[in-house]
């Protein structure tokens, strides 16, 4: 990645830059470990060169070197104004929510990672379940250092036991062997939000069927 900034020292949409690092790294031949998706494999070494102060983020979903001139606009108007609930709402989500209770686990993930799977020919791609009272304010606090652009907060499940329902979900997907476990913590798997949706819904039924003293099965 660092050789591809010393080649080519321009500004980067992000989503552009990671796809080009992937064909790169395929036309020499690379392969990919199956427990490391590339686009976190990528993601690792974006925040090791920012981290190195060798690229920085600009604007919203670029990268550049860190000695490029930047005379945008948008980087002299000064820092941004908070953005409310409501535009934050609207910016990442959530697309669709489901389920009863005052509490939420919810599914997000980043709109580079699922135009890479989509490139690659893949249905799944890297999300993340997380659980928490206030949704948007959770995300944006657990995203905001990952990526230089907002994530897409899927689907919200409403819960009024949020931590057991995503200790669930992810046993379930535990035993699927979707879940991601070099160093990424566990709430990260490879699947997609609707198949996450119907794993909630089989557990909805099974709740329901023993609360109703019916057969399980």
Known sequence: ?????????????????????????????????????????????LADLIGERKIRRVRR??????????????????????????????????????????????????????????FKGRSMWECKIGEGKDVLGRVKNQSKTARAYPPVVALEIKSSDRKALEGTIHKMLRLADRSIDEGQGDEWIIRNPGEVESCYRAIDVLVQNLRNGAPAL
């Open 61 to 118: 979903g670029y990268i550049e070197p860190s000695d490029a001139d930047s005379d945008d606009d948008d980087d002299a108007a000064g820092p941004a104004e908070a953005k409310s609930d409501a535009e934050i709402a609207a910016e990442i989500g959530p697309l669709k929510t489901i389920g009863q209770g005052t509490e939420s686990v919810y599914v997000y993930y980043f709109q580079n990672d699922k135009e890479l799977a989509n």
């Open 1 to 45: 990645m660092e050789e591809l900034f010393e080649k080519q020292p321009r500004r980067w949409q992000t989503s552009e830059l990671q796809n080009e690092v992937y064909r790169i790294y395929k036309e020499r031949g690379g392969t990919l470990g199956s427990k490391q998706p590339p686009g976190i494999v990528i993601t690792k070494a």
